[in-house]
């Protein structure tokens, strides 16, 4: 007498989100979450293709990209019939240009006319120290009267979350 089993498949695994990150920022891992007795294993195409990680529900991508998840029950070996997606982003920082150095009389204030930002829009901009200026949030704001010189640094933020700086005198 011979006995044949058949084992269910496992349903893909479920993406615990994809990620994005800021340009310079570690690549974070990307993972899946399965049932008791199954793991995941990794593809970079939707089907077929060579195996990147196995056996585990994370996976430490090189670089930005879209990375598939297949589900493998552990004792019996069968896998799921999807791949799961799962997506890492890595934004570029804006581009920042606080301006071009100044030079002023004492006791006098100007205008930061020549800075220049761009980036994934709302932009959102910061100068320090803001007590030197009337409206530290204006891309090109005007000073207070100003008595002694200093570095200013402009930090733009972009609607990602992703900031870049730079400074003038």
Same mark, same amino acid.
């Given at each position: ?25 570690? %690549? ?13 294993d ?10 990147? &990680?196995s ?26 019939? #999807?791949?799961?997606?799962v997506?890492?982003?890595?934004? #570029?920082?804006?581009?920042?240009? &606080? ?12 205008t ?8 994934? &829009?709302?932009l ?5 120290p803001?007590?030197?200026? %009337? ?8 000073t207070?009267? %100003? ?6 640094? %402009?930090?733009?933020?972009? &609607?990602?979350g ?7 005198t």
């Amino acid at each position: 007498q011979v006995t044949v089993t058949v084992n269910g498949l496992p349903g893909a695994p479920l993406s615990s989100g994809n990620k994005a990150i800021c340009s310079g920022q570690t %690549l974070p891992a990307l993972t899946v979450t399965t049932g008791p007795g199954i793991t995941a294993d990794w593809y970079a195409a939707p089907a077929a293709g060579t195996i990147l &990680a196995s056996g585990t529900l994370s996976y430490n991508p090189a670089s930005s990209g879209t990375w598939y998840a297949e589900a493998r029950h552990s004792s019996t070996g069968c896998i799921s019939t #999807t791949r799961t997606p799962v997506t890492l982003t890595v934004n #570029t920082l804006p581009v920042v240009f &606080a301006g071009t150095d100044q030079s002023i009389s004492t006791g006098t204030s100007t205008t930061i006319a020549d800075a220049t930002a761009s980036g994934f &829009a709302p932009l959102t901009y910061a100068w320090t120290p803001a007590a030197s200026f %009337l409206n530290a949030a204006l891309l090109n704001p005007v000073t207070v009267n %100003l008595t002694a010189t200093d570095t200013y640094t %402009l930090t733009v933020t972009d &609607a990602n979350g992703c900031s870049n700086n730079d400074v003038m005198t």
